[in-house]
């Protein structure tokens, strides 16, 4: 990221309200596989500005907590941080949002929490159903982890490649973009994408949801289920999308921004 686009994003409220805004429903971004809290450096200033508390934690593994990363690590383990968090800060009428890999985090956080939960945001994410893990809602994690596993540390697998334009990394082409990201960017725990979604709490299905989908091309093999037309709760669905690659929170902050303040 360029200049004076970077901010500082830790596991705790990223700045404060301004002056004479109405404290608005918190907003608990949650990164996908191989991130940090970092991704959301772009969002986070434009939530904050409109009255929003804003946490934007890195998982256990990444970040600042990226010396924490074992084989012991997986999706528990992430879901644990973040109900955590919501409970230490005594947060409620939450909007949570997940980018990829954290839509199986926030579906069963909103399993073990929904009562403080007002809406979930799949950025790009995975949808997963009660008992199924990342391998079932997205086949390809299976071979990232038999490539792992031919590997010296086969528990740990790396972060994928940057591909040629117009895929870059994660959809990020900007060069300077791309440097920064690398320099983020973590090893993922394969039991991350082995764990389940536990989602057997009815009063987790009648959270409403909100999709925002982004369609600027993905890599060979990666598909994406498609948004049913009704939400669990009966209600039709809601989806958005942006124009972009993966990462939309590094290509297209503003937009992704202006969405998360629509929904909220």
């Known amino acids: 990221m360029k200049g004076g686009d ?21 907003q608990l971004l ?34 600042d907590k990226a010396h924490l990363l074992g084989p012991d690590v997986g999706l528990t383990t992430h879901v644990d941080d973040i109900v955590g968090l919501i409970l230490g800060h005594d947060l409620s009428d939450v909007v949570l949002a997940g980018h990829s890999y954290a839509g199986m985090v926030i579906s069963s956080v909103a399993d073990r929490v929904p009562e403080r939960i007002a809406r979930l945001v799949y950025i790009d994410a ?9 391998i079932d809602v997205m ?26 334009a117009p895929l870059g990394l994660f959809g990020v082409t900007d060069p300077d973009d791309i440097a920064w990201l690398k320099s983020t960017l973590t090893d ?48 039709p669905s809601r989806v958005y999308e942006l124009k ?5 929170m590094i290509t297209q902050p503003a937009e992704l921004g202006g969405l998360l303040l629509d929904i909220a």
């Open 6 to 26: 970077r901010f500082t994003v830790g596991s705790r409220p990223f700045g404060e309200p301004c002056d004479g805004l109405l404290q608005r429903a918190p």
């Open 30 to 63: 949650v990164h996908g596989a191989w991130h940090d809290g970092q991704a959301w450096d772009r969002v986070v200033p434009l939530l904050t500005a409109q009255g929003h508390r804003v946490f934007a934690p890195s998982l256990t593994g990444h970040g």
């Open 126 to 134: 995975m949808v997963p159903t009660h008992g199924e893990n990342a």
């Open 139 to 164: 086949p390809i994690t299976q071979v990232m982890i038999d490539g792992a596993a031919a590997g010296a540390q086969p528990w740990r697998i790396p972060s994928l490649p940057e591909l040629p």
């Open 188 to 235: 993922e725990s394969v039991l991350c994408f082995q764990q389940r979604a536990e989602m057997d709490n009815p009063a987790q299905a009648l959270i409403p949801r909100v999709h925002i989908l982004c369609v600027g091309g993905a890599p060979e093999g990666v598909a994406r289920r498609p948004v049913p037309e009704m939400q669990p709760n009966g209600e």
């Open 244 to 248: 972009t690659g993966h990462d939309c």
